[in-house]
């Protein structure tokens, strides 16, 4: 078996993708967002990775507050808008339906079947990136994904992203090939 060097430039794919929202200037603004994930498992602490740029900086550093909503394959095109225009120039408020749980302050998307709210708990400086580490303050599921009060993957097909220089690609879930902590027993 050969191997070839290839680029040193990949990461970890695929990644789940989803849509940060946060209020700013006073108005709800939505963003792609591939780099996140967690930190911490008790208390729930999730990181993510942005661009210091991003107009969305500026709300989360106004706000200390976040949401992450995870669309389904219907959403690939509104998604994917969010990752080409920025809230500097173009208003994102009404491209979705919009809740807001217990912070009251935090927008979060009706279509996504998954929307988590999340407190900033420390920003970290990661040369041009900041790395916010937040932390989840409640997870809101529709009904219809949900088999015995758990979030079933097979029901709400969130959408992968991989990134294949110099392009990118959303695919579906595919289907469950095993169970975790399970299908690795067999070579015990
Ligand atoms: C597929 C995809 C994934 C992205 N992931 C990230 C990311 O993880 N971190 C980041 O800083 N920007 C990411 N971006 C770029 C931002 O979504 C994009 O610059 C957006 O327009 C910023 O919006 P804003 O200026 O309204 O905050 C991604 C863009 C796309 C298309």
Redesign the pocket.
Known sequence: MSKTKVKSNYAPFPKP?ALLGVMVEGKP?F??????NRAHMDPNLWMI???KF????KGIKENKTLSINLPSAELVKKL?Y???????DVD?SELFTIFYGDSKETPMIKECLVNVELSIDEIIEVKD?YLFVAKVQNIYANAEILTDGEMDLEKYHPIL?IKANPE?FYYALGEQIGKAWHVGKALK
């Open positions: 993708i603004n963003m792609n967002v591939a780099w996140f990775s942005l661009n991003h107009y969305t900086v994917d969010c990752g080409l225009v920025s809230g500097r994102k990136q992203f990118g």
